[in-house]
């Protein structure tokens, strides 16, 4: 599926989506609270059978935090970037997907553990490299490294 | 005192206890712990702890410009240095739209292929040692340092290379290069029949490692198990072909793909995967273009403000880079989506219901390499 059929069959699911400039992939902004939704349709409709999360990111825009899924179908080749954003700095969450693409667990579990980003019923929500007791989450823009070797 | 002797065995067997597998612990090779749940002799389930060397890379990598965070990837996945190099140079020409000379990519494709040779002769060495064989382990490393000798000379180190920059390589390669690896080529040949002597149709070997650990083809999608493991199960999940970059796309070789999904599959997919990627080498040695080693590339590299993603097939599997660029000249935001990272979260699917004597085999099939899951 070329990405302009992509791009209508995905509004006809979600029509609030919003497209962002990119060069490689058709990307998509989504409504956090239509994320899990559109991800069981992305995985489960035959002709867009997006079976492979080939990454999962977290980024801080400095305005929002944001979580990047990479999608790729085994079966037709076509990938999609979807995106979801927050203002909530304090207590940011979005739904798991982890249901979906099993993948996604340890992803996910690495994002709370650098951006703070929670992801509501995940069956793991622990730190996945650093302490319990870490102060902060150390990819945020605003994060304070009190010994950094790079400014040194 | 009495009582504990006349405790029924069989409640014994029945409680579930844990033990923890490392952080030391020859099997992991590095510093990974594995909290096992156990019944008896049986994996009910396991845990892995990461974080042991985390040494906060992608946090590092938005300090440094581009051409110092490709020192940085040489530590993230250190057997296969050279893709991981050769990844972030294909991210920053693909960016800025630099066309590199038609040597430079024979060179690199011909440094991928030795990464990858080395890399399975490092694993198939720990593979045999993990399963009781010392033998392959003197043999692996032996024949492995013929390629660290080829690298010492023309890119100065045998280990961290860091010889990719963007827009080309570093340096020229030796004059010897070529003769070098035609005489590694003639000299491996042979020895991989030991190889294939010692442990592919050795008795001990099959009964280990024959329909252990199983993993389905929509598990290994679904987990994202990319690389020699996910072709083990069946999947075509080869970059190399599926998006080719630099030499693949005009080079003759086979995607190895074995459909038995368990441990001998996975094992027999590197197996082969070195021969392919001696045949590679052999097409491209000979036929290196004359000409400049490295484009013309400005002083300060600058990335037009954007999203970049970068897909590379490493030895253990799919490497991803992923680029959040606001047009300086460090990264804002730079993530590696490393193949061993998500191999491990399938390690307690895949070893459930085993022994614990199979989760070593199961480990070692998956070649987990632990700087990788960390980074």
Known sequence: ???????????????????????????????????????????????????????????????????????????????????????????????????????????????????????NNHPDMRRIFLEEDWKGYPLRKDYIDEVNIVEF | M????????????????????????PSTHGVLRLLVSLQGEMVRSLKPHCGYIHRGIEKMCEKDTYPQVIHLTDRIDYLSAHINNHAVCLLVEKALEVDVPERVRYIRTIMDELARIQSHQLWWSSFGMDLGGLTCFFYGLRDREMILDIWEETTGS??????????????????????????????????????????????????????????SKEDAISYGVTGPSGRGSGWSCDVRKTEPYSMYGKVQFNE???????????????????????????????????????????????????????????????????????????????????????????????????????????GASLDLVIPDIDR
């Open chain 2, 2 to 25: 009495k009582e504990i002797i006349n405790l029924p065995v069989s409640n014994i067997e029945e409680e579930e206890y844990h033990i923890n597998m490392g952080p030391q612990h």
């Open chain 2, 256 to 362: 190895v793909l074995r459909y038995e999904c368990d441990t001998y599959s996975r094992y027999m997919v590197r197996m082969q995967e070195m021969h392919e990627s001696m045949n590679i080498i052999e097409q491209l040695i000979d036929n290196i273009p004359e000409g400049e080693h490295s484009a013309k590339m400005k002083a300060v590299i600058k990335l037009p403000a954007g999203e970049y993603f970068q897909r590379v097939e490493s030895a253990r599997g799919e490497l991803g880079l992923f680029v959040v660029s606001d047009g300086n000249k460090t990264p804002y935001r730079m993530k590696f989506r490393t193949p061993s990272f998500s191999n491990l979260s399938v390690l307690d699917h895949i070893s459930r219901g085993m022994k614990i004597a199979d989760l070593v085999a199961i």
């Open chain 1, 1 to 119: 599926m070329d990405n302009e059929t992509l791009k209508a069959r995905i509004l006809e699911i979600v029509p609030e989506a919003q497209q962002e400039e990119n060069k490689q992939f058709l990307t998509l902004l989504l409504p956090a609270a239509k994320l899990h939704d559109l991800a069981l349709k992305l995985k489960n409709s035959p002709e867009l059978a997006f079976d492979f999360l080939f990454c999962l990111s977290g980024v801080d825009y400095i305005k929002q935090l944001a979580v990047v899924y990479h999608l790729r179908s085994t079966q037709h080749k076509h990938a999609l970037v979807i995106k979801v954003k927050t203002d909530d700095r304090v207590n940011p969450n979005f739904d798991t997907v982890c249901d979906i693409w099993r993948t996604a667990e340890f992803h996910e579990r690495e994002i709370y553990d650098m951006f703070g980003i929670r992801f």
């Open chain 2, 158 to 215: 045998r280990f961290l290379q860091s010889y990719n920059c963007p827009g080309g390589v570093m340096q020229d390669i030796h004059p010897n290069f070529q003769k070098k690896v035609h005489a590694f080529l003639k000299t491996f040949k042979k020895k991989i029949k030991d190889y294939d002597r010692i442990l592919s149709g050795n008795v001990i070997f099959e009964n280990r490692s024959q329909g252990v650990g199983i993993l």
